[in-house]
C-alpha cells in the first residue's frame, strides 16, 4: 500500500515571500501521478498543482512550483510571492497510473500554511 | 454551472439513527468517491465507484453503504454500526480512463452524531 508523509504539521511565511512544503511517498510502483491540493478555511479542496511519474521536468502553475525527486520519493511544492489568499491547508496526494488501485487518491495528513502579512 | 453539490452542508444525527448524505454532479464524470476527513488528518477513502451499478469499498468502508444508480448521483449512508461517524465529508468526481484522472470535489458535509 502506498503512504504519503508531510512531515510539517503547520508553517508560516510573510507576504510576498517564498515557502516551501514537503512531501514524501512510498511505492513499488513506477509509473503514478502527484497532486498538491489546497483546502482554505471554507474546507473546498481545490487542485493546485499536479506531475506525472515519468515527467522528468517539474510542473508550474504560476506562482506554484513543485520540486519532484523521483528516485528520493520526493515531491514538494513552492510557493513564491505568497498572498494571504494561500492561507490555508496543503495536501499531497498519490495515486498509481494504473491496476486496480487506479483513481484512488492517498492524501497526507496536510500542513496548514499560515500567510502574515 | 458544472459542479458537483452535497446537500446538506450541516448534519445532525441522533445515535442508533442512519443518514443519508447526497452528492450530485453534473460534469459528465464517470468515477464518484466519497471521502472522510477528520481534525489534523488527511482524507481517507470510503467507497468509490467508477461506472454506475459498480461500486468498491476504499479503506475505511465499514458502517457505511453507497448506491450508484445514476451517473449524476452517488449517495452515502452512515449507517448505527459506524462508531465514530463525527466528522467532515466529502464527496469527489472524476473522468475515467485516459488523460489526467484529477478528482474535483464538492463542498461537503459537516455530520455531528448528538
Known amino acids: 500500500a502506498q503512504t504519503v508523509t508531510q512531515s510539517q504539521p503547520e508553517m508560516s511565511v510573510q507576504e510576498a515571500e517564498t515557502v516551501t512544503l514537503s512531501c514524501t511517498y512510498d511505492t513499488s510502483e513506477n509509473n503514478y501521478y502527484l497532486f498538491w491540493y489546497k483546502q482554505p478555511p471554507s474546507r473546498q479542496m481545490i487542485l493546485v498543482i499536479r506531475?506525472?511519474?515519468?515527467?522528468?521536468q517539474n510542473a508550474t502553475e504560476n506562482r506554484f512550483s513543485v520540486n519532484f525527486q523521483k528516485a528520493a520519493k520526493s515531491f514538494s511544492l513552492k510557493i513564491s510571492d505568497s498572498q494571504l489568499g494561500d492561507t490555508a491547508m496543503y495536501f499531497c496526494?498519490?495515486?498509481?497510473?494504473?491496476?486496480?488501485?487506479?483513481?484512488?487518491?492517498?492524501f497526507g495528513q496536510g500542513t496548514i500554511l499560515t500567510v502574515h502579512p | 454551472d458544472g459542479g458537483i453539490t452535497q446537500s446538506p452542508k450541516y448534519l445532525f444525527r441522533k445515535e442508533g439513527q442512519n443518514v443519508t448524505l447526497s452528492c450530485e454532479q453534473n460534469?459528465?464524470?464517470?468515477?464518484m468517491y466519497w471521502y472522510r476527513q477528520d481534525p489534523g488528518q488527511g482524507l481517507r477513502l470510503i467507497y468509490y465507484?467508477?461506472?454506475?451499478?459498480?461500486?468498491q469499498k476504499g479503506d475505511i468502508a465499514e458502517g457505511y453503504s453507497v448506491s450508484r444508480e445514476k451517473k449524476e448521483s452517488f449517495p452515502l449512508t452512515v449507517t448505527s454500526a459506524q462508531k465514530n461517524p463525527t466528522a467532515f465529508y466529502l464527496c469527489?468526481?472524476?473522468?475515467?480512463?485516459?488523460?489526467?484522472?484529477?478528482?474535483?470535489f464538492g463542498p461537503g458535509t459537516r455530520l455531528t452524531v448528538l
Open positions: 460534469l459528465n464524470h464517470d468515477a
Open positions: 465507484s467508477q461506472i454506475v451499478n459498480d461500486f
Open positions: 496526494a498519490f495515486m498509481n497510473a494504473g491496476g486496480t488501485s487506479y483513481g484512488k487518491l492517498t
Open positions: 469527489a468526481s472524476s473522468m475515467r480512463g485516459g488523460g489526467w484522472p484529477v478528482q474535483f
Open positions: 506531475q506525472e511519474a515519468y515527467k522528468q
